[in-house]
Each structure stands twice: as structure tokens, then as C-alpha cells.
Antibody, heavy 127, light 108 residues
Framework: QVQLVESGGGVVQPGRSLRLSCAASGFTFSNYGMHWVRQAPGKGLEWVAAISFDGSNKFYVDSVKGRFTISRDTSKSTLFLQMNSLRAEDSAVYYC????????????????????WGQGTLVTVSS | IVLTQSPGTLSLSPGERATLSCRASQSVTSNYLAWYQQKSGQAPRLLIYGASSRATGIPDRFSGSGSGTDFTLTISRLEPEDFAVYYCQQYNTSPEWTFGQGTKVEIK
């Protein structure tokens, strides 16, 4: 069965860095685009970043451009989010999610929506 | 594209029909509109994609409809486990993925 397990969250001071990981299993990781979606305490969902199935394309919400970097290690079926210059407003539960949409021959070239989510990891940015 | 969900909170009793609205600021490309359910302390769960297709394992009391800028999620008869927060989400070719602010369905 598909599983996504995030790790790496914690408490960090403003301006510092944190690296999140998402270990994937139960599917062919290299066939799917992957995403990070966050949720601030008591708030709604916000898409943060995406990486294409082959890692060649990366996209970010404006508020994290230049500070966050999404990457993937296909050999380890793991997704990463490197977060630098963290701000208080980055405090949230961060979910990784599998993207699906245009998937000819089992390879998802475009993500229209998210069919599997991890349980999330909490990031708190505070002095 | 901005998605606006209404109402913010829906107070209903088990067995009643729930109608949730999601309105987009521009036409949603090819009806790339999805709905998710989120229970307290849990990750979101995909319910509907492509505006009207049910995801795997989703009961048929959940249905989605709409096109262009106006979309609806209907729960035909609320079960106790359906009381949760519901989000709509759209994709466009920028690419951009955005969520609505959510509708809470609570027990009356």
C-alpha cells in the first residue's frame, strides 16, 4: 500500500534552516510528481512546492521562492524540502503528497490533484 | 486563481443533505477541481477529482458537480463520520495549485 512518512520537523529560530524528508513506499516513486503542502495552526491548506516525476521541473509558491528548495532522491524513494531563512509565518504542519493527473502509461507528467498524503511533520519557527 | 468556499460552517444533523460551494475567480482549466475531507488531527483525504469523479473507496453519497467557476460537493445523507472540514482545490497550467479556505460541516 502507498505510504508517505514525513520527518525532520521541529522548533527552529527565525533565520535558521531545516530540512524535511518524506519517505515513500508502495509505489514506483520515479513515476510521480511530488508536492509539499502546509497548514498553519487552525488554518487552511496551502500548496508550497512541487517537483516533477523526473526532478527536471520545480515550482514554488511565491512566499517561499528563493528560500525553499524541493528535491528528490529516486534511489531512496525520498522527497526533501530544504527550508532556509525561516520566518514565523512558515510555522505549520508540512505534508508531502503524491500528485496525479496526466498519467499515460503509468507515468504522471502533470499533477492535477493529490491522491495520497503523509501524516505531516510540524515546523515551529520561534525565538 | 482564488477559490472561495461557502458557507464557512454548515450545521446539520446526521441523515441530512449537505451542499458545499466552491467558486473560482476565473474559469478552472478543464475542470481540474478536486475536493478533500480533513478530520481533526488527520491528513486530508481525496474525495472527488475532475469536478465529479469519485476517488477510490469513496462512498457514493459523496458527489461533485459544476464547471467553469462554480462547483458543488454534495453529501446526500450525512453519516456521523462525515462531520469534518472540506476543501476544494484547483490546478492550472501556470502551474499553480490553490485551495479554498474550507467549509466546516458540524453536528447541529
Amino acid at each position: 500500500q502507498v505510504q508517505l512518512v514525513e520527518s525532520g520537523g521541529g522548533v527552529v529560530q527565525p533565520g535558521r534552516s531545516l530540512r524535511l524528508s518524506c519517505a515513500a513506499s508502495g509505489f514506483t516513486f520515479s513515476n510521480y510528481g511530488m508536492h509539499w503542502v502546509r497548514q498553519a495552526p487552525g488554518k487552511g491548506l496551502e500548496w508550497v512546492a512541487a517537483i516533477s516525476f523526473d526532478g527536471s521541473n520545480k515550482f514554488y509558491v511565491d512566499s517561499v521562492k528563493g528560500r525553499f528548495t524541493i528535491s528528490r532522491d529516486t534511489s531512496k524513494s525520498t522527497l526533501f524540502l530544504q527550508m532556509n531563512s525561516l520566518r514565523a509565518e512558515d510555522s505549520a504542519v508540512y505534508y508531502c503528497a503524491r500528485g496525479v493527473g496526466d498519467c499515460p502509461n503509468g507515468v504522471c507528467y502533470r499533477s492535477h490533484h493529490f491522491d495520497y498524503w503523509g501524516q505531516g511533520t510540524l515546523v515551529t519557527v520561534s525565538s | 486563481i482564488v477559490l472561495t468556499q461557502s458557507p464557512g460552517t454548515l450545521s446539520l444533523s446526521p441523515g441530512e443533505r449537505a451542499t458545499l460551494s466552491c467558486r473560482a475567480s476565473q474559469s478552472v482549466t478543464s475542470n481540474y477541481l478536486a475536493w478533500y475531507q480533513q478530520k481533526s488531527g488527520q491528513a486530508p483525504r481525496l474525495l472527488i477529482y475532475g469536478a465529479s469523479s469519485r476517488a477510490t473507496g469513496i462512498p457514493d453519497r459523496f458527489s461533485g458537480s459544476g464547471s467553469g467557476t462554480d462547483f458543488t460537493l454534495t453529501i446526500s445523507r450525512l453519516e456521523p463520520e462525515d462531520f469534518a472540514v472540506y476543501y476544494c482545490q484547483q490546478y492550472n497550467t501556470s502551474p499553480e495549485w490553490t485551495f479554498g479556505q474550507g467549509t466546516k460541516v458540524e453536528i447541529k
